[in-house]
């Protein structure tokens, strides 16, 4: 398995609360990438990252911000949680260049409540 | 707009038994097309990735096909297992974008 590692894995919440999540990664990718999973969505892509410090939104990202500090580190939070926050999200990385074909690998996922 | 179908939603077979998987897409300029194995409480696992000049390719009992012509790809499982009890999702991108466009998966389970 490529070396991600969400945490927390669980989390319940209420709303109006600050939440961060956190994917580290150990393969020293450039690329990273925050999803969300919904029932009856495809995955959908929140914010991604192409180096430190450098970040773009997907097509959700209203609501969320990210940041990339490090290679190996790459943070999504929820300023103010909302109960349609509620789902799982996934990091996923991927090697290689700006296009490549490389796929990307995906976390075990951080199932997120807000109440 | 691009967007990426799977069929049938959910498909239970017997252990042993052959299927298949359906994706049809309509990204366009199309790049490459993937399929993600996701069991649950998992993420999701690539089994196959093929760009537009492979029309199959491989992994183990799992055989991806594509026709970039009709905007289709097949996923057909061979001599089925418990655990290839699923969700299998089929990924498309479109050439020069960051980002993926995802299926909503087809759930297969396997019974004894």
């Known amino acids: 398995d490529a070396g991600i590692t969400q945490s927390p894995r669980h989390k319940v919440t209420e709303t109006g609360t600050p939440v961060t999540l956190r994917c580290h990664q150990t393969e020293n990718h450039r690329y990273m990438y925050w999803y969300r999973q919904d029932p009856g969505h495809g995955l959908r892509l929140i914010h991604y990252s192409y180096g430190v410090k450098d970040t773009d939104k997907g097509e959700v990202s209203d609501g969320y911000s990210v940041s990339r500090s490090k290679t190996e580190d790459f943070l999504l939070t929820l300023e103010s949680a909302t109960s349609s926050q509620t789902s799982v999200y996934f990091c996923a990385i991927r090697g290689g260049e700006n296009y490549s074909n490389q796929p990307q690998h995906f976390g075990d996922g951080t199932r997120l409540s807000i109440l | ?112």
């Open chain 2, 1 to 112: 707009k691009n967007q990426v179908e799977q069929s049938p939603q959910s498909l239970i077979i017997l252990e042993g038994k052959n299927c298949t998987l359906q994706c049809n897409y309509t990204v366009s300029p199309f790049s490459n097309l993937r399929w993600y194995k996701q069991d649950t409480g998992r993420g999701p696992v690539s089994l196959t990735i093929m760009t537009f000049s492979e029309n199959t390719k491989s992994n183990g009992r799992y055989t991806a096909t594509l026709d970039a012509d009709t905007k289709q790809s097949s996923l057909h499982i061979t001599a089925s297992q418990l655990s290839d009890s699923a969700s299998y999702i089929c990924v498309v991108r479109s050439q020069g974008a960051q980002k993926l466009v995802f299926g909503q998966g087809t759930r297969l389970t396997i019974n004894p």
